[in-house]
């Protein structure tokens, strides 16, 4: 069993950046794939970054490739995601996921095992 917390959302007008924090207790978050995903009111959860296990491998959705960027510190437990250039449609809860099993990403929310509680992200216009 893994707990993860995620730290760091908050009010940001556009074009500004914020770092969100994924700590993990529990267990050491080298065994899992990490992940970040988001939920807008009345939308579905929908994937935003992953990063292998190692950090040799990252993954982006469409939407914020060349904005975030994801990176883990398995020494730390912790994962992190980058986000500059923010956009008012970045607006969302983001959720961090540890993914136990298989060597690949998933962009699907049911590929993960583990889910934190959340940290809302708002981007004033």
């Known amino acids: 069993q893994v707990v993860l917390v995620e730290r760091g959302g908050g009010l940001v007008q556009a074009g500004g950046s914020l770092r969100l924090s994924c700590a993990a207790s529990?267990?050491?978050?080298?065994?899992?794939?990490m992940g970040w995903f988001r939920q807008a009111p009345g939308r579905e959860r929908e994937f935003v970054a992953a990063?292998?296990?190692?950090?040799?491998?990252?993954y982006y959705s469409d939407s914020v490739k060349g904005r975030f960027t994801i990176s883990r510190d398995n020494a730390e437990s912790t994962a992190y995601l980058q986000m500059n250039s923010l956009k008012p449609e970045d607006t969302a809860v983001y959720y961090c996921?540890?993914?136990?099993?298989?060597?690949?990403?998933?962009?699907?929310?049911?590929?993960?095992?583990?889910w934190g509680q959340g940290t809302q992200v708002t981007v004033s216009s």
């Open positions: 996921a540890a993914k136990a099993t298989g060597a690949g990403y998933d962009r699907s929310p049911r590929g993960y095992d583990y």
């Open positions: 529990g267990r050491t978050i080298s065994n899992y794939v």
């Open positions: 990063i292998s296990r190692s950090s040799g491998s990252t």
